[in-house]
DNA sequence: TCAAAAGTGTTATCCTTACACCCATGT
DNA sequence: ACATGGGTGTAAGGATAACACTTTTGA
C-alpha cells in the first residue's frame, strides 16, 4: 500500500488598513493547547467527501475559522516538495503519516474588520518581508542582505559563484540594478537556498540557525510549515495581476478618494507613484467615476469620492492600473 | 475513515512544428487493452514514496511513457472539482473508489521529435479549438458558435439572459467586440456550461448532446477526463506569458529566421502580426543576435540566422515580445 | 522575367514622463 | 497666514501603428 496523501489549502487574505497591505494570520495551537511561536495562515485539510471543490472548502473552514466570508478568491499555486511542508497540528488525525500537499489560495477582502476569532490577527506584509517596501525609498535592511549574499555566493567556486551573485543581483537590485517588485518569490526562495531564511535551518532538522539579530531582522519573520512561501507567492501574484486586471478595486470600500487608491496601489506594489500620472492613466481606464460627494477627513483640502465602475468589467476587456513610478 | 485522494499528474507538452502549435496527445488503452476514442494528454499517477517533488515525477513518467525528456517546465493548476474527473485506466488500483485530483503542467520543447512511442502523436491546438485561430481573419466556425450561444443565452430569462448573453460578446467577440486572445479558459468554460462543449454531456452522465456535425466541429474535439480543461488553462498561460517573460525561445531551435519566430509566435497567440514592427519591438529587447549566416530553404529571398541571447537573462530583467497586431 | 519571401525608410499619433503650479480646507 | 493634502496644464521624448518600397534568391 501506498503513501497516503492529505491536502491542505491555506488562504492568504489580504486587505487595506491605513493605507498598508495586511494579510490575516493565526496562531496555531498544539495538542496540548499551547499558542504557536509562530505565525502562520488560516489552512485546513481537504475533505474529499464533504466538499466538491477546492474553493467551496477553502471558504467554508475560513468561514469556521476566522468567522469571516471570503469575496474574491483565486487559486494561487499546489506545494508538493517533501521536506518542505512540516505537518501541523489541526490536519487531522492521518496527517502525521501521510504526505501533505498543499493548495495557496489568494482572497481579497475590501476592509480590514476585526475577526473576533481568537489567535487570529491582521499582520502587515512587512513583518514577513521587511525588504519589499520601497515606498520610502531603498529600504535599508537591504544593506545587511546584501552582505550576507555576497558572503554565501563567495562561498562556492567558480561559475557557480558568478551564478549566485547574478542571481543575487538581478533579484535584490545589487550593483544598481533595477529594482523589479514583481519578483517576491524569487527574493525569498534565495534567502532560503541561501541558508538565511530561518525555515531553512529548520527544514534540514537543524536547530535554528545562528544569525544576527540585526540579520533576522532583515530576513524577515519565519512562518509556520512552507506558509512564508505562500505568502511570497500570493504578494507575487497579487503585484503581477494588478497592472492587467482591475484587482485593487477588491480591496477598496464602495467610495474611496483617488489618493486612498493610489495608497492602496503603492501598499500593494510597494513602490511610490507619480500622482499626476497615476490619475491620468487611471482616468483613461474609465474604471472610476467621481460620485459629486467629498470626504472631509483628509487633512487638508477635501477629497471627491469615486466609486468602481463594476459593470466596465462586462462591457469590454479591461486591464488593470499602470505603475507610474516617481523616481525618488 | 475518509475517502482516499489520489494526484494524477498531467503534462501539456508544446512543440512548433511546420509553423504550427503542436501539442502531445496519447490514447490511453482500458484493461481490456483497447485504445480510448478519445484523445488525452499524458498522464499519470504521483506517488509520494517515489517522489520528492511533482516536477520530478513528472518528467519521470513523461520520459518513460514518451520517451523523451523535457526542458521548460512550469505548474499550471490544480483541478479538484467532483464531477469533472473521470478517472481513468493507468492511475493505479486504488484510483476508482478514491478522489483524483490533476495538477496540470506546461512544459516547452524546441522540436517535435518523433517520439516513437506507442499510442503517441503531436496534435495541432486548433483540433481541440478550432476558433482559437485567427492567423486567417475570424475564423468561419466562430458563425456556427455565435447562433448556439446566443440560443443558450435566449433560453434564460432576465438578468441571467443578459448576463450570459454579456460574457458571451466579450468572450468570443461578438457584435464587434474586440477579440481577446488571452481568454481561452474563459471561451472554454463558457462552451462546457452552454451545455455545448460534448465534455458536459458526458461528465453530467448523459449519454453524447445530440449536437449537428457542424456545429460539433466548431467546438472542437472533446478529450478524455479533464484534459481538454487543462489545454485551455495551458494555451492561456502560454499566450499570456509570451508578452512578459522570453518563452517562446524556449520552443525554437539553436539558430533560427526572424520569419521563424515570427510564425512561432502567430502560431501560439493565434494571430497575425504585422512583420516590421514585430522587428522593431523584437530589436528593442536586444535578445536576439544574428549569425552572419543564411537560410536557403525559405523559398524566396534567403534569410538570416538568429540566436537567442540567453545571457541576456542573467543580466537585466528581460520582458517577453509585444504583439504588433495586423489590422485585417 | 517573375513569383516569393526577406528586409528597410518614414511619418503621424498616442502614451509616458517630467516638470511646476493653483485650490480648498483646518488650525 | 500657513501647513496640508487635493487637483490641474503643458511640453519633450519615445513607443506604436500605418504607410509603401527595395533586395535577393529559385523556378
Given at each position: 500500500m501506498s503513501q497516503s496523501i492529505v491536502i491542505g489549502l491555506s488562504a492568504v487574505i489580504v486587505a487595506i488598513r491605513d493605507g498598508e497591505a495586511m494579510v490575516l494570520t493565526v496562531r496555531p495551537r498544539d495538542a496540548a493547547g499551547r499558542a504557536s511561536e509562530l505565525a502562520g495562515l488560516p489552512f485546513g485539510p481537504f475533505d474529499p467527501q464533504a466538499h466538491r471543490t477546492f474553493e467551496l472548502a477553502l471558504r467554508a473552514?475560513?468561514?469556521?475559522?476566522?468567522?469571516?466570508?471570503?469575496?474574491?478568491?483565486?487559486?494561487?499555486?499546489?506545494?508538493?516538495?517533501?521536506?518542505?511542508?512540516a505537518p501541523v497540528a489541526n490536519m487531522g488525525p492521518d496527517a502525521a503519516a501521510a504526505r501533505v500537499v498543499s493548495v495557496g489560495y489568494l482572497a481579497l477582502t475590501p476592509a480590514a474588520v476585526e475577526t473576533h476569532a481568537p489567535d487570529t490577527e491582521w499582520s502587515s506584509w512587512s513583518r514577513f518581508f521587511p525588504y519589499e517596501d520601497w515606498r520610502g525609498g531603498r529600504p535599508r535592511v537591504l544593506a545587511v542582505l546584501e552582505t550576507a549574499l555576497r558572503r554565501w555566493a563567495c562561498a562556492s567556486r567558480g561559475a557557480e559563484a558568478a551564478n549566485r551573485l547574478a542571481r543575487a543581483r538581478l533579484a535584490f537590485a545589487l550593483d544598481d540594478a533595477p529594482w523589479n517588485e514583481e519578483r517576491v518569490l524569487e527574493r525569498y526562495e534565495l534567502l532560503y537556498e541561501a541558508g538565511l531564511a530561518p525555515e531553512a535551518a529548520r527544514d534540514r532538522g537543524e536547530s535554528c540557525g545562528a544569525v544576527s539579530e540585526e540579520l533576522a531582522a532583515a530576513v524577515g519573520e519565519p512562518m509556520i510549515s512552507d506558509h512564508r512561501r505562500i505568502l511570497a507567492t500570493a504578494l507575487q501574484r497579487l503585484r503581477g495581476k494588478l497592472k492587467y486586471r482591475p484587482v485593487v478595486f477588491e480591496l477598496m470600500p464602495e467610495a474611496f478618494t483617488l489618493s486612498a487608491l493610489q495608497r492602496a496601489v503603492e501598499a500593494i506594489s510597494g513602490v511610490p507613484l507619480h500622482k499626476q500620472n497615476f490619475r491620468r492613466a487611471l482616468e483613461r481606464t474609465a474604471l472610476v467615476e467621481g460620485l459629486g460627494r467629498l470626504d472631509a477627513d483628509t487633512g487638508g483640502r477635501p477629497a471627491e469620492l469615486f466609486r468602481f465602475r463594476r459593470e466596465m468589467l462586462s462591457a469590454r476587456p479591461v486591464s488593470g492600473l499602470s505603475l507610474p513610478l516617481l523616481r525618488d
Open positions: 473552514f475560513v468561514t469556521q475559522q476566522t468567522r469571516f466570508e471570503l469575496g474574491y478568491v483565486e487559486q494561487l499555486y499546489t506545494f508538493g516538495d517533501r521536506g518542505r511542508e
